[in-house]
């Protein structure tokens, strides 16, 4: 089931200053037969025409054509139910004990991709020690390349589920389609949709029915807006535990393998009240430069970061470049505590 936005003024449109009454009433004839209300306010030299309504303001575009119709502006943002108008108050997302979205940073790291139960325990434990509360792997992995590996499925959902159980991480891994949601959610904490899949609309919906803590990873040549419209999609159907993250955009630069849009961040936190995570991992492409962007993305007003870290990033089946060794991960933690600080939040 959907749930509805509030009605609200959506759209206004502006009359030609020389439409006579005629125009005016065909106009609000039309919006009513479309099901909206319409609010007619008479200027000095133009008319304007509200139109109030729940949303879908596709329909609407034909009244742009009517006879002494001027213009059109949309006056309600596309998305409502992730809006700060709907809820002005941040949103915190609790998974058991760990929340996303309050004053604590929350630090989820680890591999790329799961690749054996050894490496998955010696990464895990090393995270936790160094304050990480989240574990994050690959089991289903959406490479660029059909021949790239493709992670281990099913068996990568058990080790996750045993080392969550036995350290006591939480853990979040990608799912890729709709048909795994409810596999996926029965062995992990949170959720996560890759910047691939971003606009899966399908697995979007599924995942909103299952109410399960989501990660919604930006797509790499997505607006702020079309993320935002995603997580409606979750939103609206009825999971409201949506984690939003920036991971990189594509621009002409090819120094770093995306960049990282650092304002996203404050855009995000004034648009939404949805928690904001960055991932200087996949942003940079390239281990070097995570801590100073990771660091970045903390001062621009992150909740939190999502940090690929592998003990041997050289043998690494999947995005070794980018990962942090264990050392350089709890180097990193500790220069985290200070930065914190100096922002008004804790790790
Ligand atoms: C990942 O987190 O390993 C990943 C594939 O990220 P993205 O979807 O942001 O590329
Ligand atoms: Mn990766």
Redesign the pocket.
């Known amino acids: 089931m959907i749930i509805a936005p509030p009605e609200a003024e959506i759209m206004i449109i502006v009359m030609q200053s020389n439409a006579d009454q005629e125009d005016v009433d065909r106009v609000v004839e039309r919006i009513e037969a479309l099901g909206y209300r319409p609010s007619v306010s008479a200027g000095e030299e133009t008319t304007v025409v509200g139109v109030i309504g729940h949303s879908s303001p596709d329909q609407l575009a034909s009244l742009e054509f009517l006879p002494g119709v001027d213009h059109m502006v949309q006056v309600m943002k596309p998305y409502k139910l992730g809006s700060r108008d709907f809820r002005p108050m941040d949103t915190v997302v609790s998974v058991g004990s760990v929340q996303f979205g309050g004053n604590a940073l929350t630090i989820i790291a680890g591999p790329?991709?799961v690749e054996s139960e050894e490496q998955l325990w010696e990464t895990a434990s090393a995270v936790k020690e160094a304050g990480a509360l989240v574990l994050?792997a690959?089991a289903f992995?959406?490479?660029s390349s059909p021949y790239s590996f493709q992670g281990l499925g099913i068996p990568a959902l058990h080790m996750l589920d045993h080392v969550r159980q036995q350290l006591g991480l939480a853990v979040v891994t990608?799912v890729l389609t709709p048909d795994d949601v409810d596999l996926v959610a029965s062995h992990v904490d949170i959720l996560?949709?890759?910047?691939?899949?971003?606009q899966n609309y399908a697995l979007l919906q599924e995942i909103g029915r299952s109410g399960h803590p989501t990660l919604l990873?930006?797509g790499?040549s997505a607006t702020i807006e079309e993320l935002l419209m995603a997580a409606e999609y979750i939103l609206a159907n009825g999971n409201p535990n949506v984690i939003l993250?920036e991971?990189?955009i594509r621009t002409f630069e090819t120094s770093t393998r995306f960049t990282l849009d650092i304002s996203a961040i404050p855009v995000l936190k004034h648009l939404t009240h949805l928690p904001v995570l960055v991932?200087p991992?996949?942003a940079t492409g390239k281990w070097t430069f995570v801590p100073a962007v990771a660091k970045a993305g903390i001062a621009a007003g992150a909740d939190g970061l999502?940090i690929?870290v592998h003990p041997r990033p050289a043998e690494a089946l999947?995005?070794g470049a980018q990962s942090l060794r264990l050392d350089r991960f709890a180097t990193l933690m500790s220069q985290l505590q200070p930065l914190a600080l100096a922002v008004g939040r804790t790790v």
Do not use: T, Y
């Open positions: 790329c991709s994050r690959g992995k959406p490479r990608e996560q949709v890759g910047a691939r899949n971003m990873k930006r790499m993250c991971r990189g991932d991992s996949h999502i690929e999947s995005d």
